[in-house]
């Protein structure tokens, strides 16, 4: 008994670690077969703290100027490593990919930690496939590159809902 309570706890922690994501619409289907996909963010929407502007949040740290492209740098790398299992990689060159997963971003937290819609979408018609719903535990309110913790969780977790999703559409 105490060896499952034990193993219980340790499930639960390592749980805790990943961020939510989930499929809200649509279908990633059309995954099967693709062996990249792109992927984007788009802040055009995001909050501090439900209602304040975003600028107020990158006021509290100072920022690297490119830290939109190295925060998207941590997502690729997280979604790769966890991806190259299943021969499916990401890429911040979305043009050279039959579909891009576009991250949109619409609250980040006191701590940095983000909630927000990721779509994904086909990029020659612009059509949607999917839509999901994102939120990190991960979160640095002054990291330099301001989403380098979410995006480092978020990628993973996104590589783990696509692989789930082309398996599903596999059988």
Request: aromatic residues 12%; contains cysteine; charged residues 30%.
């Amino acid at each position: 008994m105490r060896k499952f309570i034990i193993l219980m706890f340790l499930t639960l922690l390592n749980l805790s670690c990943f961020a939510s994501v989930r499929l809200e619409s649509g279908s990633l289907s059309c995954l099967k077969g693709e062996k990249t996909v792109g992927v984007s963010l788009d802040l055009t929407r995001i909050k501090y703290k439900k209602d304040l502007p975003f600028k107020d949040f990158l006021a509290l740290g100072r920022r690297v100027s490119d830290w939109k492209e190295r925060s998207l740098d941590y997502f690729v790398k997280e979604f790769n490593e966890e991806g190259f299992k299943h021969d499916l990689s990401a890429t911040t060159h979305s043009r050279a990919t039959k579909y891009v997963l576009v991250l949109t971003p619409l609250i980040v937290y006191k701590d940095g930690s983000i909630s927000g819609i990721a779509y994904l979408r086909e990029v020659s018609t612009k059509k949607i496939k999917a839509t999901m719903v994102f939120k990190s535990d991960d979160g640095d309110y002054d990291d330099p590159i301001t989403f380098k913790d979410p995006m480092d969780e978020l990628g993973e977790s996104f590589a783990k809902l696509f692989i789930r999703e082309i398996r599903k559409a596999n059988k």
